[in-house]
Structures are given as C-alpha cells and as structure tokens.
C-alpha cells in the first residue's frame, strides 16, 4: 500500500503511519512549530523528488522518526533555534537508510542544534549548511551504530559567526566507514569525531579553513589501513 500525506502547517502536528512506501511532503512557515512524525516500514520517505520539504521559522521543535530499512529523509531545514534545546530531531532504525537535509540554503539561519541518531547498516548521512546565505552558530550531532558508514558534512557559509561544530559518534561492528566533513568560512569550526569497535579500512577526511579558531579531535580505534586527512588553512 502507498500511502501520502501532504501538510501546509503553522502549528502542532502528529502524523504517525506504519505503512510500507509512505510519504510525507511538508511546507511549513511561521514559529513554534511541534512537529512529530512517525513512519513503521520499509520504503518510506520524508520528502522525495524535487526535495518537497520546507521547514522554516524560529523556535521549531521537529521529531522524524523512521523504523525500517530503505527509508530516507530529504528537505530543507531554515530558521533560528531556541537556546539549550534541539531543533530537528532524527532517528533511524534499520538498514540502507538516507538522510539528506540543506540548512539554511537560501535564508539566514543561526542557533540551530540537530540531532540524528541512526542504527543499521548500509547507510548514508548528508548534511550541507549554508550557501549564499548567513548561517552562524550551527551544531550538527550524528550517533549511529552499524556498519559500512558513509556520513558527509559541508559547511559552507561565509559567515563570520562563531561555533559551527560537528559531532559524530560511530560504534561500528566491522570495516568501511567514510567520514568527511568540510568547514569554510571565517568562524570558529570545531570537529569531533569517534570512532569505535573495528574502523579499519577506513576514510576520515576533515578540511576546516577560516580565519578565525579551528579545533579538530579525533578518536578512533581499530583503524588497520585506515586512511586519515586533516587539512587546516587560514
């Protein structure tokens, strides 16, 4: 069964399905969002061709959880963040699952905190923050747990704001994890990452370039013919 929800929202919502091949398209404008959207399969899909998921506003609490494999999440995400608190929540459970989201691709966005956490193999994490627009203060937290890890961040604003970081947290059973972020921009970036159980065979690419405090911490273990690059330039 293909099931599709299409919502235009300015306020609380709960959408919950647990068909297979659903989908969820969202354009939403206006502050204090709740958005909490639950999908059970295989196949399902927060967003889809033409990236059809808009989330702007300040003060936007969403939480998208997926349970099942093949699933992927997809969209825009713009706006100011409430302080101390996380503003787009993630969560996978299963296998060759995607995440794809643009922060602040065409509007400023600062303050904003996201969180993902995924467990299962064979999946793929993307993040790009920034374009032509001022993105400040971005955190960005991915925890996962399984195997053959692909995660890519690229920070690209050209803002000169502070603490734009990234944070990822791996506990994988075997080899092939492909991590690698990329900070541009005259803020202060800061990296970490860990890397545990066996990462061997592995690629850790990080690049931070910007006039401003760069900060790099990298812990792995296991990590027989692994491949590290870390480059820093002013």
């Known amino acids: 069964m293909k099931k599709v929800i299409l919502a235009f929202i300015m306020f609380f919502v709960m959408t919950s399905a647990s068909f297979a091949d659903s989908n969820v398209y969202i354009t939403q404008s206006g502050a204090s969002l709740d958005l909490d959207i639950t999908l059970d399969g295989n196949g399902n899909a927060v967003g889809a061709s033409n990236d059809r998921t808009l989330l702007t506003g300040a003060n936007l609490d969403v939480d998208i959880d997926l349970i099942g494999a093949t699933n992927t999440i997809t969209g825009d995400f713009i706006g100011a963040g409430e302080s101390g608190s996380d503003d ?50 971005v955190s960005v937290t991915v925890d996962v747990v399984g195997d053959d890890i692909d995660i890519t961040l690229v920070e690209n604003s050209s803002s000169t704001g502070s603490d734009k970081t990234t944070d990822i947290d791996i506990a994988t059973d075997s080899d092939d994890v492909d991590i690698a972020v990329t900070h541009t921009g005259a803020g202060a970036h800061k990296t970490k990452l860990l890397c545990t159980g066996s990462c061997a065979g592995s690629d850790f690419t990080m690049s931070q370039t910007g006039a401003n405090s760069t900060d790099v911490d990298l812990t792995v273990t296991n990590a027989t013919s692994s491949d590290v690059d870390i480059t820093i330039t002013d």
């Open 88 to 137: 787009l929540k993630i969560s996978q459970t299963g296998s060759t699952n995607t995440t794809a989201i643009n922060v602040g691709a065409s509007a400023a966005t600062d303050d904003v905190k996201i969180l993902e956490t995924r467990v299962g193999s064979s999946g793929a994490t993307t993040y790009t923050i920034g374009n032509a627009a001022t993105v400040q203060d």
